[in-house]
């Protein structure tokens, strides 16, 4: 079993930055794809980026690249998003999740994220 419990949501004006923070239990973190998605009012749970066990394979939605950036310390069993240049369209609750089983690439979709945190809210003002 896996335990993720994310941190660093809040409020922040259009522009500004967040970095989130997701801690894992468990021995075996440093093994699993990790991922980021967010869930808006009214709207499915969408990919935000996902990061391989190594920080090789790293992939991002279209509407944050360039301005968000995953990254993953097993050191801590801790895995990070960066957010820059934050749009009131950001604004959702962000959740962690982590895929166990995935042995290439790293996915895209909920499919195979078998860990999921209780998700942080992320409000964007303009």
């Known amino acids: 079993q896996v335990q993720l419990v994310e941190s660093g949501g809040g409020v922040v004006q259009a522009g500004g930055s967040l970095r989130l923070s997701c801690a894992a239990s468990?021995?075996?973190?440093?093994?699993?794809?990790m991922g980021w998605f967010r869930q808006a009012p009214g709207k499915e749970r969408e990919f935000v980026a996902a990061v391989s066990w190594n920080e090789i394979i790293t992939n991002y939605a279209d509407s944050v690249k360039g301005r968000f950036t995953i990254s993953r310390d097993n050191a801590k069993n801790t895995v990070y998003l960066q957010m820059h240049s934050l749009k009131p369209e950001d604004t959702a609750v962000y959740y962690c999740?982590?895929?166990?089983?995935?042995?290439?690439?790293?996915?895209?979709?909920?499919?195979?994220?078998?860990?999921w945190g209780q998700g942080t809210q992320v409000t964007v003002s303009s």
């Open positions: 999740a982590a895929d166990p089983s995935r042995t290439i690439g790293v996915g895209t979709t909920i499919r195979g994220y078998d860990y």
């Open positions: 468990g021995r075996t973190f440093s093994s699993y794809v």
